[in-house]
Nanobody, 115 residues
Framework: QVQLVESGGGLVQPGGSQRLSCAASGSIFSIYVLGWYRQAPGKQRELVAGITNRDVTNYGDSVKGRFTISRDNAKNTVYLQMNSLKPEDTAVYYC?????????WGQGTQVTVSS
């Protein structure tokens, strides 16, 4: 089992920045991909960014050039640095971990971009 706990959400103005954190615990040695997804009201959950255990990253088209995913293996934490935020980035952001044993999700953290 893997447990994921997100933090760092909140209200931010358009054009601002915010950093999300996701702390992983449990059977973390088996994780091969960590990622962030988001879901806005009335929309499907979508990939925001992912990072493999070899630090290969990928991003959703809507966030490329604005968001950066990174990981700190010593702290078992993955981060999502979000810059140049737009109102359409408003959503619940979920941390995700993939391992041979299954897919795991955090509880989600709300990010609201509004003036």
């Amino acid at each position: 089992q893997v447990q994921l706990v997100e933090s760092g959400g909140g209200l931010v103005q358009p054009g601002g920045s915010q950093r999300l954190s996701c702390a992983a615990s449990g059977s973390i040695f088996s994780i091969y991909v960590l990622g962030w997804y988001r879901q806005a009201p009335g929309k499907q959950r979508e990939l925001v960014a992912g990072i493999t255990n070899r630090d290969v990253t990928n991003y959703g088209d809507s966030v490329k050039g604005r968001f950066t995913i990174s990981r700190d293996n010593a702290k078992n934490t993955v981060y999502l640095q979000m810059n140049s935020l737009k109102p359409e980035d408003t959503a619940v952001y979920y941390c995700n971990a993939a391992s041979p044993r299954g897919i795991y999700w955090g509880q989600g953290t709300q990010v609201t971009v509004s003036s």
